[in-house]
Every structure is written in structure tokens, then in C-alpha cells.
T-cell receptor, first 112, second 111 residues
Framework: GDSVTQMEGPVTLSEEAFLTINCTYT??????LFWYVQYPGEGLQLLLK???ADDKGSNKGFEATYRKETTSFHLEKGSVQVSDSAVYFC???????????WGAGTKLIIKP | EAQVTQNPRYLITVTGKKLTVTCSQN?????MSWYRQDPGLGLRQIYY???????DKGDVPEGYKVSRKEKRNFPLILESPSPNQTSLYFC??????????FGPGTRLTVL
């Protein structure tokens, strides 16, 4: 069945460092891909999405490109801030965007 | 303001005492879902509903019930809670082709 694999955390970086959180997927169809973020004590929020190959989703300085050839959707940010500390979830949907398949989440810690 | 609300936000209860966690959305979404989040296990879907009176099991439905009598509400019922249901619960909703909107979560402890 479909699955999502994320790099294990926690990932600890200094402020202004470059961020990459890896996400790869397996799917039988042509899924839509998402990154959600969960700040401490809060619910999940959609960070960005991409619905077809080579699409780039972007928001709040974060970017991810839908790479069909490598079945990947890595999350990147050029310069992280302490306020980016959160748990990041990669997810896919190939059934009309109703059902989501989730990665395990990656905790990001940014130190000043 | 578009939102998904859950109540209560925190609940401590004892084994076997029936409880209901409410979920309500004001976006007229047809799809609603319940998840539980446990350390190291990520998000696991409990039940979902594609529309009023249409519900279906997710990955971990045992010990839970749901109902969808109105479009905006999707309560989660634990008829006889057990300690292994101690978790953080999230309700979410979406409309066709759109992202899921999440509630703030309910932290449940079953003693």
C-alpha cells in the first residue's frame, strides 16, 4: 500500500542554518503531496502542497518540489529561525485528497 | 473565522467511564476525520466520514464509535475507555480537493 517515510528526528540546527527534511513516498497512482507543521501545543496546519510532478509548493520561506523520478518531496528552508521549531509531517493523498497517508513526523529544534 | 473546534481540550478519566469528545467545523466541509497521535507512531486515523450519515473505519477503530447526524458535528465516543486509549486526539475536516483543517487537539488520559 501507499506509504510515506520521513527522516528521523530530532533535527537540531542553529538559527540561520539551511534546513532539509527528507520525505520519500510510495504510491500506486499520482498522489498529491503535503507538508504540515505542528507547533508546540497546537494542531496541525498545512504548510505547503504540490499536486503534480515538478510542482513546487512554498510558504513562509519553506519550499518542497514534487520529484516523481525519485518519489521525493523534501522540505527546505534557506535560513531557519527559532520560531520554526516544530514537528513537520509529510503526507500524501491519492484518493481525491480526502484520505491522507502520514509520515511519522520530524521534530525540528532551532537554537539561537 | 473558519475553524475546527474540539471539546474538551484536556480530560482525565477512569477505565470504563463512557466519554464523548465533540468536534465541530464551520466551513461546511463534507469530510471529517478523527486521528490519534502517539509518540513514535505519528498520526493514525480512527474513523472518518465522507458526509452526513456516512462513516467508515480508519486504521485503528477498535474501542471507538462515531456518528455524523449533522454536517458540522462529528463526535468521538469511547464507550468503555481503557489506559491504552490515553493519547492526543485530533479532529480534521476538508472539502473535496482541499487540504485538511485540524482542531487544536484533545489530550485524554485514562487511569
Amino acid at each position: 500500500g501507499d506509504s510515506v517515510t520521513q527522516m528521523e528526528g530530532p533535527v537540531t540546527l542553529s538559527e540561520e542554518a539551511f534546513l532539509t527534511i527528507n520525505c520519500t513516498y510510495t504510491a500506486t497512482g499520482y498522489p498529491s503531496l503535503f507538508w504540515y507543521v505542528q507547533y508546540p501545543g497546537e494542531g496541525l496546519q498545512l504548510l505547503l502542497k504540490a499536486t503534480k510532478a515538478d510542482d513546487k509548493g512554498s510558504n513562509k520561506g519553506f519550499e518542497a518540489t514534487y520529484r516523481k523520478e525519485t518519489t521525493s518531496f523534501h522540505l527546505e528552508k534557506g535560513s531557519v529561525q527559532v520560531s520554526d521549531s516544530a514537528v513537520y509531517f509529510c503526507a500524501l493523498s491519492d484518493r481525491g485528497n480526502y484520505q491522507l497517508i502520514w509520515g511519522a513526523g520530524t521534530k525540528l529544534i532551532i537554537k539561537p | 473565522e473558519a475553524q475546527v473546534t474540539q471539546n474538551p481540550r484536556y480530560l482525565i478519566t477512569v477505565t470504563g467511564k463512557k466519554l464523548t469528545v465533540t468536534c465541530s467545523q464551520n466551513m461546511n466541509h463534507e469530510y471529517m476525520s478523527w486521528y490519534r497521535q502517539d509518540p513514535g507512531l505519528g498520526l493514525r486515523q480512527i474513523y472518518y466520514s465522507m458526509n452526513v450519515e456516512v462513516t467508515d473505519k480508519g486504521d485503528v477503530p477498535e474501542g471507538y464509535k462515531v456518528s455524523r447526524k449533522e454536517k458540522r458535528n462529528f463526535p468521538l465516543i469511547l464507550e468503555s475507555p481503557s489506559p491504552n486509549q490515553t493519547s492526543l486526539y485530533f479532529c480534521a475536516s476538508s472539502s473535496g480537493g482541499g487540504p485538511q483543517f485540524f482542531g487544536p487537539g484533545t489530550r485524554l488520559t485514562v487511569l
